[in-house]
């Protein structure tokens, strides 16, 4: 058995709880990004993406541009049209370089690109990936059931970009895909696939991602893929050998046929994971979203082996308290409850609480 580490951190200290605008408030957001002092949420329960070009200081602020509907206050999923350019349905993962935006727009099985950030409320993006359209909305376009290709998608939940690569954890496909260049066009063919042998291959193996629902790189080149379904992270030491060979490092199980919630145990451990759904590099620390544990994990360094235990952890008072013990079980001010999407900046951590319908900014401690 590994041994807990004895380092911890108390949650929320000098945090800021963020709800959104006071009379139209956050519900169970699953994506949000930070560049430059912006902050860009995905406000999943309510189909739209919000933009705030300065970081809120309090409980509400007002946002700058709303997305996926035509004004601030509508929530219905695709604006209760029919897709299109404007609309989005289940909005998840979400990145930004502070001119360009991508959003992973999942149950239109598609990810929508803005090459200069929006200014208007319902602004219609640029570019669509993985349908032939704006107008078309079909898992891997022709509808359940059908084959992928390197144009498809299959509720895609997770984006990330370096400024000139695109990644995509197209997750009903059980793949990721990666473009050379941020898509200018509708309907781009893949460069590379991760995951799978062919495009068009829907079989799998454990040692492929599972249900890969987040994908980041690291500025040094290194690929975190959390696998949700199987309780575990990904991690190559350098994401182009992804393209050739299975994980380096296995985070969250012992090996690849590992996939039990919290290793089988009744209670969480440094070195367990139950439903994580993000991670995130910052600095030498790889921050994972422990989602059904409430809590965020860091690793420091990153790990060389599997299994590695955590160096440290944000919501809990210990490495053994999870969702299910009575003092965590309703979401409160004091605690996470159930955190989908992480994002890092400078000294901060944004942190989509998606239980409690709030995003929570914590300065990071060294």
């Not at 963020?18 to 408030?25: I, Q, R, V």
């Not at 620390?285 to 994990?297: K, M, W």
């Amino acid at each position: 058995m590994l041994e807990t580490p004895p380092i911890t951190t108390k949650f929320l200290l000098e945090s800021t709880l963020f709800y959104g605008d006071k009379g139209n408030p956050l519900l169970a957001p699953r994506g949000v990004w930070m560049h430059q002092g912006s902050l860009f949420v995905s406000d999943t329960g309510q189909n739209r993406v919000f933009i705030w070009k300065t970081l809120p200081k309090g409980m509400h602020q007002t946002p700058d541009v709303t997305l996926g509907q035509p004004e601030a206050t509508a929530t219905k999923r695709n604006s209760g049209q029919e897709v299109s350019a404007s609309t989005l349905h289940y909005p998840s993962g979400i990145w930004s370089d502070g001119q360009r935006l991508v959003v992973a727009d999942a149950w239109n099985h598609r990810v929508l690109i803005w090459h200069q950030l929006p200014t208007a409320n319902g602004q219609p993006a640029d570019v669509v990936v993985g349908q032939p359209d704006f107008n078309s909305n079909q898992p891997n376009v022709s509808g359940v059931g059908s084959d992928p290709s390197a144009q498809s998608l299959n509720w895609p939940y997770g984006v990330f970009s370096d400024g000139k690569k695109l990644w995509i954890a197209d997750t009903g496909n059980r793949r990721i895909l990666c473009y050379d260049q941020i898509p200018t066009s509708n309907y781009i063919v893949a460069d590379h696939v991760i995951g799978k042998e062919h495009f068009e291959e829907r079989d799998y193996e454990n040692t492929d991602p599972i249900w890969p629902y987040s994908v980041k790189i690291s500025t040094s080149g290194a690929m975190a893929v959390t696998d949700t379904q199987y309780y575990r992270v990904l991690l190559w030491h350098n994401w182009e050998d992804s393209l050739t060979q299975k994980a380096d490092v296995i985070i969250g199980q012992d090996s690849f046929e590992g996939n039990g919630q919290n290793q089988y145990r009744l209670q969480p451990a440094s070195f367990t994971l139950n439903w994580c759904y993000d991670s995130f590099f910052h600095q030498d620390s790889l921050y994972v979203a422990d989602t059904g544990n409430s809590r965020i994990l860091r690793f420091t360094p990153l790990p060389a082996r599997n299994n590695p235990a955590a160096h440290s952890l944000i919501g809990h008072d210990d490495f053994g308290t999870g969702s299910e013990n009575a003092k965590t079980m309703m979401g409160t001010t004091n605690a996470l409850y159930w955190p989908f999407a992480i994002c890092a900046e400078d000294n901060l951590l944004a942190i989509a609480d998606t239980g409690n319908h709030r995003i929570v900014l914590k300065p990071l401690e060294s």
